[in-house]
């Protein structure tokens, strides 16, 4: 069983903690580089875009310590998890793009390009707003998500190691909100049926053409989550 080291110790790197085996979880303040690692998996920085909107700035001096901290540390494999977000022209998606680059710059490096992360304690998504009655104001019922399971990295990542790729996306196809509430809140589509707007939907899969999430692994996630 290979040893995993994160780098974020925010939603998605305690995600990972909980999810694999043989991991050590590094935050803010540790300093990764006394160590050796196996698998390191880069889970940093901010995932808010709304943070990082309203601090450009500092968000991008924080990747500018990310990567220098990464530069220095012994790995035999990199992963960042990236943000299918480096496609668009906004300030969080163009301050990940260069991040991104500058991680895949990295000996034996790869990175994840996903969307909606999903694991077993995640707060914040429609799945735990509905479930318990909370930011209904903002649910939007004609919004899709393409969700990745976190279950997945290891998977994904060798795939790219394997075929000598550096990056690529990873995603399930678009699930519409509505179809999420009609399943397991339908008392609630009424209700949230006034919070109907259009939203241009994003539609992104793999370099094959393919939606590399099955669609049935996420509705399985979601089950677990509501039973």
Known sequence: MHSISVIGNGLVGNSIAKTFKNVTVYGRHDNPCKHRHDVLIIAAPCGSRITVENNSDKDMLDCYKLVETLSKCTYNKLIYISSRDVLYQTVYGTNRKVLEEMVLKLDNSVALRIGKALAPGFTRNILSDIKNNTWLDKINLSNTDQWYPIN?????????????????????????????????????????????LHVQHRDTKHSSGMYIVPEQDVWQIFDTYFH
């Open 152 to 196: 997945r990295i290891l998977v994904d990542a060798n795939s790219l190691f394997n075929t000598g790729k550096k990056v690529d996306i990873f995603l399930s196809k678009p699930i519409y909100n509505r179809e999420i509430v009609t399943k397991y809140k339908p008392k609630l589509v009424s209700q949230l049926a006034k919070n109907n």
